[in-house]
């Protein structure tokens, strides 16, 4: 509690005096705002743009996957939505403070963007058991993998998810030091309980249940899915003769929803693994930290959430890499927008969709 009351005690003085004095961003945190957020906008909001109308089309809109991804896709733009303010106020460095209610946008950016990393992360941890069940029970995967049931999985997330951050919307939760990144946004220093929960216990809830706990659920599934997939393929192979044309088409589907989710998974695991042991380390040792230190942690910290940012932006390149069936959904949707006839319906590629109904899922 001895640290706790120093750090109060400072944030309380800094507020006083010129803050920016005391606690300064490195020029190169400025950088990672600017530039790097800079790109992944652009790489995002064009990417998730592009994800969406390639997910709403008929083929992949109509399988319980596609629809998880549609919602993805909206979450992670949110969280780009959310950044922007990181953006201005450390990147651009035009202060918000004194031109907003402060601790008002502390309050919802902070919100916002630890809703969409939980959403995501659990996101996909649903596309995976959706992946999974569709792998290992595929005569009921018709009645439990539906859209209609994927939503429902969705909403209980969300709800869950807006609960455990509801703090971060009430007066236990706003402005610490205002432009100054990573401590901009915090608890409230007078509200010392919170204080010392936030940065002691919530800080490492968050990580296990937004990065960690989600990670080890989805390798597991991945390498339930790889065992069965091993052994299925043996008994497909002794399939009739005449049966082969649906069965390849039907393995090709369902092999590029696998892709897709895999290529997400990969993403997930790579970008947030980092900030994740960064952020279970830094709480510990912000408390006891001397002030001059605080330039380079604030380095690390940018380049770290710079780097997880993209997590949330390149999806959509790395499903166009992977995945023959998105390539096509999307060279589809250019050539419909590209005709200008938007009063036609979609077309739905030559992967049709009743080619996976329950009388042919074998």
């Known amino acids: 509690m001895t640290n706790m009351s120093n750090i109060s005690s400072m944030l309380e003085q800094s507020r006083a005096i010129d803050y920016y004095l005391l606690i300064r961003s490195p020029p190169i945190v400025a950088y990672f705002y600017l530039w790097g957020y800079l790109i992944i906008f652009i790489l995002g909001f064009t990417g998730n743009i592009a994800s969406l109308l390639t997910f709403i089309r008929p083929t992949l809109r109509r399988v319980s996957t596609g629809t998880l991804f549609i919602v993805l896709a909206i979450s992670d733009t949110l969280f780009l939505f959310a950044s922007i303010f990181d953006f201005i106020d450390f990147g651009l460095q035009v202060p918000l403070y004194g031109r907003i209610n402060y601790d008002i946008l502390c309050s919802y950016r902070v919100f916002v963007i630890s809703m969409t990393q939980i959403c995501s992360a659990w996101i996909l941890v649903i596309i995976s058991i959706d992946r999974w069940i569709r792998t290992r029970f595929p005569h009921k995967s018709a009645r439990l993998c539906t859209p209609k049931k994927a939503l429902i999985a969705v909403v209980i997330v969300i709800f869950v998810d807006a609960i455990i951050h509801s703090p971060m919307l009430t007066p236990f939760f706003g402005m610490l030091l205002p432009g100054v990144a990573i401590i901009a946004c915090g608890p409230n220093v007078k509200q010392k309980l919170y204080l010392n929960f936030y940065y002691y216990t919530w800080t490492i809830i968050q990580i296990f249940i937004n990065c960690l706990i989600p990670g080890l659920l989805m390798l597991l599934v991945l390498l339930d899915m790889f065992i069965n ?30 892709l897709l989710m895999l290529s997400s998974i990969i993403i997930f695991l790579t970008t947030t693994l980092p900030i994740a042991t960064f952020r279970i380390i830094f709480p510990k040792q912000v408390l006891t930290m001397k002030v001059e230190e605080y330039g380079s942690v604030m380095s690390i910290s940018a380049g770290l959430t710079c780097f997880w940012s993209f997590n949330y932006a390149i999806n959509f390149y790395i499903h166009c ?26 077309p739905i590629t030559h992967t049709r969709i009743t080619q996976f109904t329950p009388k042919r899922q074998k």
Do not use: C, D
């Open 321 to 346: 890499l992977t995945s023959k069936l998105f390539r096509k959904e999307f060279i589809e949707l250019i050539k419909f927008i590209s005709k200008g006839n938007h009063n036609a319906v979609l």
């Open 229 to 258: 997939i091993r052994v299925r393929k043996r008994a497909l192979s002794q399939q009739i003769q005449f049966q082969n044309q649906t069965i390849n088409r039907n393995r090709f589907f369902q092999k590029e929803l696998f």
